[in-house]
């Protein structure tokens, strides 16, 4: 049961929380190359370049998240297995407060 409250665990905020931290890291990236620009204009294209480049690969993290979290919503259990499960969990606790464990 530990093993699926993790996984659910990680298909809910894995996401959301690689999405935050790229936003944050696209914005810095974004920023810092505006501030080099405008302290020199003549490196422009450079400049550019290399943000667009370390963009790309910020969102690439993105989307491989998104891979991972369509791959990993497939294994969570569902409809009557998901209370099977619980029902065996149920009664394996029932077992050990009637046992005394």
Not at 47 to 65: C, F
Request: proline letters at 3%.
């Amino acid at each position: 049961m530990i093993y699926l409250a993790v996984l659910a665990f990680g298909v809910t905020l894995g996401l959301p929380i690689a999405v935050i931290f790229a936003s944050r890291a696209q914005g810095s990236a974004t920023s810092t190359a505006l501030e080099g620009i405008a302290r020199q204009p003549e490196a422009t294209g450079q400049i550019q370049t290399a943000m667009i480049i370390g963009l790309a690969l910020i969102e690439s993290l993105v989307i491989y998240a998104l891979l991972m979290f369509f791959i990993l919503q497939t294994k969570l259990p569902e409809g009557e297995m998901l209370k099977e499960m619980i029902d065996a969990d149920a009664r394996r606790v029932a077992t050990d407060v009637r046992s005394g464990n």
